[in-house]
C-alpha cells in the first residue's frame, strides 16, 4: 500500500511537470520568458538529475548528492539546469522517464527504513540521516515544486496553463 502511494505520487508530479511542455517546440523549451535563468527544458533535465542523484543516494550512499568537490564539476552541475545547444526536449523528456522507470523500480524493491548520512554541504544539518521513504517524499516534493516553476515559465511563453 505505502508503495503504490509512492509510486502514485511520483507519477502525479511528474505528468503535471512533463504537461508543462506539451506542443512546445525546441525554441520554445530554450526560452527564459523571465529574469531567471530557467527554460522549460533545463528545469525537467534538472528535475531528473536530481531524481537520480537521490536514487543513487538511496542505492550507493552520500557520494551520490555530495556537491562538486572541484570547480570544474560545478560547470557540469550548472549545465544540468540548461537545455544546451544540440539537445532536444524529445530528448530530455525520455532521459527523464528512463529515470522515473529506474527510480519507480527502486520504489518496489529497495528496504524503504534503510538510510545514509547526508554528506556535508550548507543546507544539510550536520550529521542528519535520510531513508529511502524520506528520499522518495523529498523527489515527489521536488517534483511538485519545479513543477510550479515550470507553469510559471510555460504561462510567460505563450499563455498554456497547467490547469485553470
Avoid at 522518495?136 to 507553469?151: C, K, L, N, P, R
Wanted: hydrophobic share 35%; charged share 25%; glycine share 8%.
Amino acid at each position: 500500500m505505502e508503495r503504490d502511494d509512492l509510486l502514485e505520487s511520483l507519477t502525479t508530479a511528474r505528468h503535471f511537470l512533463k504537461y508543462t511542455v506539451q506542443g512546445l517546440t525546441d525554441d520554445q523549451a530554450r526560452q527564459r520568458p523571465t529574469v531567471s535563468e530557467l527554460t522549460l527544458g533545463g528545469l525537467i533535465k534538472h528535475t531528473g538529475e536530481i531524481e537520480r542523484g537521490w536514487a543513487r543516494f538511496i542505492v550507493e550512499g552520500p557520494a551520490a548528492v555530495a556537491p562538486p568537490e572541484e570547480p570544474s564539476g560545478y560547470e557540469e552541475w550548472a549545465n544540468n539546469f540548461k537545455m544546451l545547444e544540440g539537445e532536444t526536449l524529445a530528448g530530455i523528456l525520455q532521459r527523464y522517464d528512463e529515470i522515473a522507470a529506474q527510480t519507480d523500480e527502486l520504489v518496489r524493491t529497495c528496504d524503504l527504513d534503510s538510510s545514509h548520512e547526508l554528506p556535508p554541504a550548507p543546507w544539510f544539518k550536520p550529521g542528519a540521516r535520510r531513508s529511502a521513504r524520506r528520499v522518495f517524499h523529498h523527489i515527489v516534493a521536488e517534483t511538485a515544486q519545479h513543477s510550479g516553476h515550470a507553469d510559471i515559465l510555460r504561462e510567460s511563453i505563450d499563455g498554456q496553463k497547467t490547469m485553470g
